[in-house]
Structure formats: C-alpha cells, structure tokens
C-alpha cells in the first residue's frame, strides 16, 4: 500500500499523519512548534515529527511516497520555500522548507498553503465530499478561509482567501494584520485573547487567564475558551458571541458574493465548538445573506484537527486514490493532488 505523509504546520502545533491511498490515518504524531530560534529549527521540529508518524504507521520515511506540507506565511508550491510566516519564529525572510524536509527525511517534499490543503481535504474526504463549490472557513488563532469553486481550488494570484480580513467594521477595531475592522479583529483567538487581556486590565472580572495557568498554558488555548464558556465566565461568552457576530456578517458576505453550497466551519475553536456552534454561526449569517432562502449549507470540518496534515499529504503527486463517494461528474482538478477520480470513471447524476 502506497502511503503518503503530511504535516500540518500550526503556530503551536506541528501535527503528522501517514496517509494510506483510502485517505485512513495509518500513524501521527504532534509536537508543539518551537517559539524560538529560526526556520531550520522548525524545520528539524517537523522532520521528527514526521517520523515518529512513520514510526507509529510501521515505516521509515525514505519509503513514503512523499510527505506534503500546509504551510502558513507565503508558501510557493513550485520551489518549496515559504515566506513571511510571521507566527513562526524567525521567520520573516524565506526559507527552502521543502528542499530541508527533502534532506532530513529521504522522500520529495511538497509544500502548499495550510488553509487551502485543509479546504481541499474537506472537499476530497469530509464534510465537502457532496459538493462542487465550498468555502472553507477555519477559526483559530487566526481566520483563514479556503475555496473549491466548480470542482478546482481557487488562489486567485495566490493571494485568495483571506476571509479574516474581510472588512465587518469600518474604522473598527485593530486587526493583528495592522488594519481596521477585519473579521479577524473579532474572531481571531490572538485577538479575542488582547481584548480580554484588556478589558480585565480595566477591571472586567473573568476566569480566562487562571485557567490559562492552570492548565499549563500561555496562551488562551481553544480549549481554554470552551471551558471558561462551561463555566458562564461572563466576559468569555460576550467575546464568543461577538466573534460569532462578526463571523456572521463576515462569511455572509462572502456567500453573498460567491453563492457557494457549502460552508465548512474548521480551525481550533471551529472544530472545539462542533456542529452546535456551526449552527449558531449559520444563524448570525441569515440576517446578512441577500438570498436568504436559499442559505448555503454550513458544517463542521469533518476530519477535525487532522485536516490540515491529511489535505497536506493530497499536496504529494501520485494514483489517485479511490475516495468512495466522488463528487460526480467532477471536472479534473487543476492540480494533480487528490482522491478526485477523473470524470471519465464517475458516471454523471
Ligand atoms: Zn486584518
């Protein structure tokens, strides 16, 4: 059996996974991402990574078919280096990622951008399987949003996507990016935890930074945000409504420029909260869809936190694999990554 590996590069979290060709899971592993020192340290953090996945799944990583990576910061799929990943250490310049992997683990490396391989996983293998046009939305530090329109992922001039910096305010509030108003300025984990860092500055009562320490964090983690909501910690639920608010006005309009059937809720906190908050996500679009009869469908990620390293092992060229349910009739993909069966083996209707 032909196996595949991914690596999902997170800002906390490198997560790996051995991919079989029936998209299954045969071994992973996570480890947290450096906060320190500079690209080849992250670089040398991945590769073990990666092995201890292989490990897990039986094999050495020279036998790998190849191994995938979704990269955030400026992936260019052609040369494998990765630029501008600002929630990386040291890693404002641009780094041969794919070439260093290539080195450390004995297969061919291909490199592509995080959120569009955890779209396109979703589309080959989750929650997107019945469609042809999806936007996927993930919810995390940040807000990063992927699209399959008719069949083909769509990165405009490599730039497509940016949900996050969807414009929900004008002259609202400062958005990590350095801009004003964006999705992302309310939604955004990074930016959920400075406004709670500052309101109890101000003198707001909340539980949200004890439990951080509690639980061994530094950051206001996903699961940090669920517990302190379990908790009715007053100050968490008015962020989570707010960022539910925004992410409301923001993906309806997004929908509202491209129609698409689907919507698939993804990200730390989108796949912490699960369906209900997929539905409660839903519920703040409608009054901001123009067609507001017809509302695209809205689901949770449904390979959860392992999309990211699954979509990124679909990044290795190969036999495409035999996904059960192929969207039918599907035009080929643009790009040779996936379980996507040509149209001529996939009867129409
Ligand atoms: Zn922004």
């Known amino acids: 059996m032909t196996l595949r590996g991914g690596i999902d590069l997170g800002g906390t979290k490198i997560q790996t996974a051995v991919v079989g060709e029936d998209g299954k899971v045969a071994g992973e592993a996570r480890h947290p991402t450096p906060q320190e020192g500079e690209p080849s340290d992250v670089a040398t953090a991945m590769a073990a990574a990666m092995r201890e996945a292989a490990g897990a799944a039986g094999v050495e990583t020279d036998s790998l078919q190849g191994v995938g990576v979704g990269s955030p910061g400026d992936a260019d799929e052609d040369t494998g280096s990765v630029s501008n990943a600002r929630n990386l250490p040291g890693w404002e310049g641009s780094f041969p990622l794919g070439e260093t992997l290539s080195d450390a683990l004995g297969t061919k490396v291909r490199v592509g951008n995080d959120v569009q391989v955890a779209t396109e996983a979703e589309f080959h293998l989750g929650a997107g399987k019945p469609y042809q046009t999806i936007l996927g939305v993930f919810w995390g530090t940040g807000v990063g949003g992927g699209l399959i329109l008719d069949g083909k992922p769509w990165l405009g001039r490599g730039g497509a996507g940016e949900i996050g910096h969807i414009v929900v305010k004008k002259g609202g509030a400062r958005c990590p990016c350095g801009r004003r108003g964006c999705m992302e300025a309310y939604a955004g984990r990074a930016a959920m935890e400075a406004r709670a860092r500052k309101l109890i500055g101000k003198g707001r009562k909340s ?16 699961g940090i945000w669920a517990h302190a909501l379990d908790q009715g910690d007053e100050l968490a639920i008015e962020l989570i ?7 409301g006005a923001g993906v309806a309009s997004a929908v509202n420029l491209l129609d698409v059937e689907a919507v698939i809720i993804g990200g730390g906190l989108g796949v912490r909260f699960g369906a209900p908050c997929a539905q409660r996500i839903a519920a703040a679009m409608h009054p901001h ?12 990620a449904a390979l959860g936190d392992l999309g990211g390293a699954i979509g ?26 996936g379980p996507r069966k040509e149209p001529a083996s996939s009867p129409s209707g």
């Open 241 to 247: 409504d707010r960022a539910v608010a925004a992410l």
């Open 289 to 300: 869809l123009f067609n507001d009869a017809t509302p695209p469908q809205v689901h949770t």
């Open 207 to 222: 539980d949200l930074f004890k439990l951080m320490r509690e639980h061994g964090h530094t950051r206001i983690t996903s």
């Open 312 to 337: 990124a092992s679909l990044l290795v060229d190969g036999e495409p694999a035999d996904a059960s349910e192929p969207h039918a009739a599907a035009p080929a993909s643009s790009r040779s990554i």
